[in-house]
């Protein structure tokens, strides 16, 4: 029986090597490459360490892109998080005449390709002066989050007893007070698990991005890389520098939340 | 006496449904519906780019007959439906079983490699999927990639393999890219839905002689089964509206091979200027997602909109 | 007393401070190629030249500029100064994007002195732009393995061409011809599919004799160019992993020409000179490199290839129409090219005879006295975008063997054929 045990675990141990592996080489590989010049990546036998490829993409602007991906990301999260836990929250906890059609319009965005908006909204952006401003890329960038928000929070709320709160309500709450002192603290985990995808969504964008940032100076992360994938060639240690920068930043912030992710995910799929 | 009071409740109950729900719609109304309504009628007309100005003139459904007549319009209605979405979604679904089970099992606990492997879990969701495919274009180099060099010191293969060129291998490695990076995703949804299995009944299961698959299938599966469905009705809205990953990774090629819905929206409306065509494209993959969307639910006996 | 002065003082200053202001322009010109901080340093200068102008440089990546230039000319916005392709001006110029430039080239001095001013003359025979950068491509070859193998003159023709490669690889074992056979955006195949025609003495499209457009080619001309082509493919001297590449310069040409893994490519100077220079780093103190430039193969007297090239054009929609003039004037001035902008050359064919070609360069020199700009295609009623694009795609799909080589060109074809409607 112990053999049997140790070799499970064995198994079991080869299987978590192998998974690790597949996880995490691809990361070794980033900044590894990005330590390297365009030379000895691709040579055989080379390899010289340089933080070249860094200075670089920080001469090129990589410092700016980072402030204004951080600036619009991190406001257009919230944004969207307070406005879809608002939306969430009455669809979940009201009927009223229209729910039905008000919450497939919301869910509905999830329905079809971005690409299709960027002309409609170029034409509006550039007739109201929105183009190259951080309001509007985070107007933007909170419409494209609240539909699935909005449904993973109204999943999520589901779990939460309508109990709690009427009886916070019966208290002498107004429903905005239930809602902030009663139901908030016990979907924390659903908030934050929501809050996290969209801000990966807005930190990820690039179509978007590409349209309406033109000018240097207000550029995000994703464009910033892009720009290495250039037309004769392409500067891959930049490329695998400018990777590590847009990466690092998600990651860190992922690294605190990640015991709350797990236990927001699954709400309302998992009890019904 | 109580009569007034009630009556005021309701209303100022509907002025509070009203304020909560306005923001969001308000903020959909302008940068959703809005550009959805002028891209129905961009479908309906003549609309190029070249003459964005002065506007396109009405053709009816032509461009709809056009695209869905194209003879080469149903092979890429096939990639996207099948090896983009229908492969992936469920590739990522069992290998996302397979990590949470993994993840959850006592032994890995025993080995205390638990917080590890969710950690790692973290690094491919945190990429950003222009680096996820960035990094795995280069790993997948015929030349430089690290792939290839294992392959050929391994002497598996005598010359390097053009993973994104040759049609044998582009599937599978487009698909590769899009599971290492949305995978995690897959893995702690099911995990959370596996932790949240109540232990009595696997454990009297245990007791009654069952083998641990045999407790899978019965107790667990049925179980999680909810948490995989919508799982896998989230992914595939994601996935078949997705354009970064086969744009970045192939560019639609090998010649036409891997061309999608998406790259084809992007094709006609951004390199052939031909906006009409490209919109119409659009409709259809909302048309097709939507129907898709509410059949789903109404087979699976739950109501998005319950 | 005091007060009436300090009033006056005021004004004065006010007036002073008003007039600045009102003579402040601010300009943006979009530049696209990775030389940003020299011609940063060179708009600083032009900016201390002109006071009163302030300049901001803007980029984007070449595949996205036109559809955005198309849009925001669209909508009344856009960088005052552009750099685009030779061959976007006629499209662009019939969108509406352009400024119209007769009056100021006409007083510059005229427009004879500029390389393809054709290509930036718009369809309705005004001037829309001005030449400013052109380069072409040519053959490159790494001489010691031509020697190696016992090839002993550099091709001729493109049977010569086919010869040279499969004797390389199955001598020495190395990389013939590694032409770029990918098909995605940026694809090459659609300028060297058009060399091989030309080179023929035949072209896709072509001017009718009564005028309009009209395919200069057969199915059986496309055919026998994929054919060609996928032959290298096919027998193994250029590798299949060029399948894989979309870009001339990518860094595994480059670098496999640079430490001879490779003995035949096909460039514009740009990455050329980034091949000799990796070599010179690996072999420092070793002479000259072994690596040579020559003319396209070709079954005609002489060889042919097309200007490639980019643009200076002024938006329809700017406000300082002289002072965007006056920016134009300062780029494509000689300093420009000899301090700040060095990597390319000029669009002029005064400058471009008083250049002094680097040793191996000697293919460049003598391919652009003979290179045509690209014409009727650019003057006809088919984008350039989709013609580049379905080429591509038709060689791609022919090359994988997805499409048959005649159901290929039938494709590509048809795709002309539709457009010159």
């Known amino acids: 029986m112990r053999l049997r045990a140790r070799i499970g675990d064995g198994a079991i141990l080869l299987t978590a090597a192998a998974t690790l592996g597949f996880l995490l080489y691809p990361a070794v590989v980033v900044f590894s490459g990005s330590m390297q010049t365009n030379e000895t990546l691709f040579a055989r036998n080379r390899f010289d360490l340089t933080w070249d490829n860094y200075r670089h993409i920080f001469d090129a602007g990589f410092g700016t892109y980072l402030s204004n991906s951080l600036a619009i990301c991190l406001a257009a999260t919230l944004a969207a998080t307070v406005v879809s836990v608002m939306a969430a929250y009455v669809f979940s906890r009201r009927r009223f005449r229209w729910r039905r059609v008000l919450l497939t319009a919301v869910v509905a965005g999830q329905w079809f390709p971005w690409i299709v908006l960027v002309t409609p909204l170029f034409i509006l952006f550039a007739r109201t002066g929105l183009t190259n401003s951080y309001s509007g890329m985070i107007l933007c960038y909170t419409a494209i989050s609240i539909p699935f928000s909005v449904y993973l929070l109204l999943g999520y709320l589901e779990t939460v007893p309508r109990e709690l709160d009427e009886a916070a309500m019966v208290d002498g709450c107004t429903p905005l007070g239930a809602l902030w002192h009663v139901v908030l603290p016990v979907m924390l985990p659903g908030v934050v698990a929501t809050a996290t995808y969209a801000f990966l969504l807005c930190w990820t964008e690039y179509l978007l991005a590409l349209a309406f940032l033109t000018q240097p100076a207000m550029k995000t992360l994703p464009l910033g890389l892009y720009q290495f994938f250039g037309e004769d060639t392409t500067d891959w240690g930049a490329v695998m520098a400018g990777s590590a920068v847009t990466t690092l930043p998600a990651l860190l912030l992922f690294l605190p939340l990640q015991r709350w992710l797990v236990s927001g995910l699954t709400a309302g799929s998992v009890k019904q | 006496m109580m009569a007034p009071a009630r009556r005021r409740t309701a209303r100022a109950d509907q002025v509070f449904v009203t304020l909560m729900l306005a923001p969001s719609l308000l903020i959909l109304a302008a940068f959703y519906l809005y550009p959805m309504a002028s891209n129905v009628w961009f479908s309906l007309t003549d609309l190029s780019l070249m003459k964005l100005r002065q506007g396109g003139a009405y053709i009816g459904l032509a461009n709809y007959a056009d695209a869905l007549g194209g003879a080469d319009f149903w092979r890429v209605v096939w990639n996207t439906a099948f090896w983009l979405t229908a492969v992936s979604v469920v590739v990522r679904l069992v290998l996302g079983m397979a990590l949470a089970l993994l993840l959850n099992s006592a032994a890995l606990l025993r080995l205390r490699l638990r917080t590890l492997m969710r950690l790692a879990l973290l690094v491919p969701w945190a990429t950003p999927p222009i680096v996820a495919v960035a990094v795995w274009r280069w790993l997948l180099h015929p030349q430089a990639g690290g792939i290839n060099r294992a392959l050929l010191w391994l002497g598996l293969t005598r010359h390097p393999i053009a993973f994104l060129a040759d049609t044998a291998t582009v599937w599978p490695a487009i698909v590769l890219i899009m599971v290492w990076n949305t995978v995690p995703v897959a893995t702690l949804t099911l995990l959370a839905a596996l932790q949240s299995v109540p232990r009595e009944l696997s454990e009297a299961a245990a007791l009654d002689g069952a083998g641990s698959v045999r407790i899978f299938r019965h107790v667990t599966l049925p179980h999680i089964m909810p948490t995989i469905m919508i799982l896998a009705m989230l992914m595939t809205f994601w996935t078949f509206n997705n354009f970064v990953y086969v744009w970045l990774a192939t560019g639609a090629g090998p010649g036409r091979y891997t061309d999608v819905l998406a790259t084809e929206v992007y094709l006609r409306g951004f390199v052939d200027f031909n906006l009409g065509s490209s919109a119409a494209i659009g409709v259809i993959m909302a048309v097709a997602m939507g129907t898709f969307g509410l059949l789903y639910v109404r087979v699976l006996g739950r109501r998005v909109a319950s | ?421």
């Open chain 3, 1 to 421: 007393m005091r007060l009436a002065r300090a009033l006056l003082a005021g004004v004065v200053a006010a007036l002073i401070v008003w007039g600045s202001a009102a003579r402040a322009t601010d300009l943006t010109l979009r530049f696209n190629d990775p030389e940003v901080k020299q011609l940063r340093a060179a708009l600083d200068v032009f900016e201390q030249q002109n006071p009163g102008i302030h300049v901001k440089l803007e980029q984007m990546p070449w595949a996205d500029v036109m559809p955005q230039t198309l849009r925001e000319t669209a909508v009344g916005t856009g960088p005052d100064v552009m750099h685009i392709a030779f061959v976007w001006t006629k499209d662009l110029a019939a969108a509406g994007a352009l400024l119209p430039l007769d009056k100021y080239i006409a007083a510059d001095g005229g427009s004879s002195d500029y390389i393809a001013m054709d290509l930036a003359t718009g369809r309705d025979g005004h001037a829309y732009a001005v030449p400013w950068t052109v380069d072409c491509w040519t053959m490159v070859y790494r001489t010691d393995l031509l020697t190696q193998a016992g090839v002993t003159a550099i091709p001729r023709t493109w049977e010569e061409l086919r010869a040279a490669s499969l004797k390389v690889h199955q001598v020495t074992g190395k990389i013939g011809f590694g032409f770029p056979a990918g098909s995605g955006a940026t694809n090459t195949m659609w300028f060297i599919a058009n060399y091989y025609w030309w080179n023929h003495g035949k072209a896709l499209v072509v001017s009718k004799p009564g005028g309009g457009f009209g395919l200069g080619l057969d199915q059986s001309d496309i055919a026998g160019a994929i054919r060609y082509f996928a032959d290298y493919l096919k027998q193994g001297d250029s590798p299949k992993s060029m399948l894989a590449i979309n870009n001339w310069g990518d860094p595994a040409i480059i670098e496999a020409m640079a430490s001879g893994e490779q003995a035949i490519a096909i460039m514009p100077p740009a990455n050329f000179r980034q091949i000799v220079a990796a070599w010179r780093a690996r072999n420092p103190n070793a002479g000259d490199p072994p690596l040579l430039s020559a003319v396209m193969p070709t079954e005609l007297p002489t060889s042919v290839v097309n200007f490639g090239g980019r643009s200076l054009g002024i938006n329809a929609n700017t406000q300082h129409p002289d002072a965007a003039w006056k920016l134009v004037q300062f780029l494509k001035s000689k300093p420009i090219f000899t301090d700040y902008y060095t990597s390319q050359f000029p669009a002029r064919k005064s400058m471009l005879s008083t250049l002094n070609f680097a040793p191996g360069m000697q293919g460049y020199a003598q391919q652009l006295q003979n290179a045509r700009s690209w014409g009727p295609y650019s003057d006809g009623p088919v984008p350039i975008n989709t013609m580049w694009n379905a080429t591509g795609r038709a060689f791609g799909s022919a090359f994988i063997g997805e499409l048959s080589v005649d159901q290929a060109s039938e494709q590509l074809l048809s795709v002309i054929r539709k457009g010159l409607q």
